[in-house]
């Protein structure tokens, strides 16, 4: 295994480690959330207008931490496979032959330097 594969192979472990714990981080604090608006919500005894709001309140935190996370996850995974289609053309380039000239094409002109000799 070549340096770039091992280094490829490490960087897919740690993207899936970032992953793992960054998702598990959003399930816990929608969690905590969800727990404090329940708590909340029995602590008011009925007053429908203030559970409303925290309700809302909850619902917009959860929904903006989540889609921030997965907004962010997106733009990360967009970016990496970009960089590394960007490395295997440049790879790729680097190791084909040059064109061959197409049929018919007249032979270069010669420099005034190769005309002097």
């Known amino acids: 295994m070549s340096q770039d594969e091992a280094r490829g192979v490490r960087d897919t472990d740690l ?4 992953a793992r714990y960054g998702l598990l981080a959003v399930i816990l604090s929608n969690v905590g959330i969800t727990g404090v608006a329940i708590f909340g919500v029995w602590q ?3 007053d429908r207008a203030v559970i ?3 309700l809302t309140s909850a619902f917009t935190a959860m929904a903006g931490l989540t889609t921030a996370y997965l907004g962010i996850k997106a733009v990360s995974n967009t970016a990496q496979s970009m960089s ?3 490395d295997r053309r440049r790879d790729a ?3 084909a032959p040059p064109p061959a ?3 018919g094409t007249p032979p270069a002109q010669r420099t005034s330097e190769t005309q002097a000799t």
């Open 15 to 18: 993207e899936k480690v970032r």
């Open 44 to 46: 008011l005894n009925g």
């Open 52 to 54: 409303v709001g925290v």
């Open 84 to 86: 590394q289609d960007a």
């Open 93 to 95: 380039a680097a190791s």
């Open 101 to 103: 000239p197409a049929p």
